[in-house]
T-cell receptor, first 114, second 116 residues
């Protein structure tokens, strides 16, 4: 089954404790991206990757890191999480850049930073 | 960069009525406009999209219209059903050039509730 898998689904952590949210897709997609969803703000892009070893900042990259060492994986790293990073996070992938159509989204990771 | 504004933020209709959600965008380079439906506990799913060379597109009870001159596009759902209740997002992306290249920028979302 074609899918984007995020782990974990729920995560509660404390300020400053490094964490990684994993994202994997099994569709051989070139493009992958991370979004955060906050009430009243919609989905805002954190980072995106056009292909392996190619990453770029989205609209809200501060406090986040990503890597794309393999085509299927695109982890999101929070080196020193802060309470303002409490949010619902989505990973997405598509065959090519967004205008190619059909983003596949994961089911989300709800992160709470205390 | 691109800015997408979506209205209304909440919409309540009776089953069988029509629902309309509107979005405006700022980047004239944007040429791809998808709509997503998000159900509780799930990620958004594409329901329909339109490209800038087309003014209207229909898929059964769902239609999208685009006015490039005014930089706005709308989602129309006819004969609404309770299972249409969800959060709907519009988005915009640019094929080349502009500050939107490589990005899919979303609106703020509309919570649609269809009452039986």
């Amino acid at each position: 089954e074609a899918q984007v898998t995020q782990n974990p689904r729920y995560l509660i952590t404390v300020t400053g404790k490094k964490l990684t949210v994993t994202c994997s897709q099994n569709m051989n997609h070139e493009y992958m991206s991370w979004y955060r969803q906050d009430p009243g703000l919609g989905l805002r892009q954190i980072y995106y990757s056009m292909n392996v070893e190619v990453t770029d900042k989205g609209d809200v990259p501060e406090g986040y890191k990503v890597s794309r060492k393999e085509k299927r994986n695109f982890p999101l790293i929070l080196e020193s999480p802060s309470p303002n990073q409490t949010s619902l996070y989505f990973c997405a992938s598509s065959v090519t850049r967004p205008t190619g159509g059909l983003f596949h989204f994961g089911n989300g990771t709800r992160l709470t930073v205390t | 960069g691109e800015n997408v504004e979506q209205h209304p933020s909440t919409l309540s209709v009776q089953e069988g009525d029509s629902a309309v959600i509107k979005c405006t965008y700022s980047d004239s380079a944007s040429n791809y406009f998808p709509w997503y439906k998000q159900e509780l506990g799930k990620g958004p799913q594409l329901i329909i999209d339109i490209r800038s060379n087309v003014g209207e597109k229909k898929d059964q009870r769902i239609a999208v219209t685009l006015n490039k001159t005014a930089k706005h596009f709308s989602l129309h759902i006819t004969e609404t059903q309770p299972e249409d209740s969800a959060v709907y997002f519009c988005a915009a992306a640019a094929n080349a050039g502009g500050t939107s290249y490589g990005k899919l920028t979303f609106g703020q979302g509309t919570i649609l509730t269809v009452h039986p």
